[in-house]
C-alpha cells in the first residue's frame, strides 16, 4: 500500500472516532515535523510545546484535508509552519527587522563547496539553520525549504519584498560562513 493511501485509511479512520490512528499518524510524522518545528524555533522545549501545538490543530483541522489537493504530509507540514509562525509573530521578532534596501547579490558569491552540504545529515543541517538570527532563519526556512515567494514571505511576516530578500541573502551568506568554517576545522583534524 502506497504511502498516500495509508495515510488516507489513517485519516478516514480518525475522522470516524479512532484515537489509535491518530496516535499511528503521530508517530509515523512527529520526527519530521519536529525538525520542523526546530528549523524556525531555537529552543527545543518551545519547538517541542509548538508540535503539540501543532498536532492539536491537525486533529481539529484534519476534516479540511482535501487528498485530491496535496499529499498530507504538505498539508500537515504547513500547519505546524503556520504554528511556529503564529508563535514567531505573537513574539514580534519582526518588527525589530529593519526594512533595508536591497543589496546587489552580484556582489555575493553564495556557491557552496559540494563538500560542504554533501557530508551535512539532516540533524547538522537543523543545527546550523538554527545558529541563524531569527529573522534570517525565518526567511531563509520559508523561501528555501518550504517553497514560500517572497511575496507571501513580506505578507505573512508583514515586512516589505526587500527585505525578505535581503534577509535570504544574509542568511545565505552567514550560512556560507558557518559551513566553510565547519569544513576547515574537520580539515584541520
Known sequence: MKIEQTDIVLIQEILSGSQKAFEVLYAKYARNHFLTCLRYIKDRSIAEDLLQESYINIYKNIKQFKPQLSKFTTWSNRVVINTCLMHLRKNDIFSKVDDITI???TNYSIAQPPKAIDELS??????VIQR?????????NLYVIDGYSHQEIADILKIS???????????KKALQNKLLTRDNSQAAK
Open 132 to 140: 541563524l538570527p531569527k529573522g534570517y532563519r525565518t526567511v531563509f
Open 103 to 105: 543589496i546587489d547579490s
Open 161 to 171: 519584498v526587500s527585505t525578505s530578500k535581503t534577509q535570504l541573502l544574509k542568511a
Open 122 to 127: 539532516l540533524k547538522e543541517l537543523t543545527n
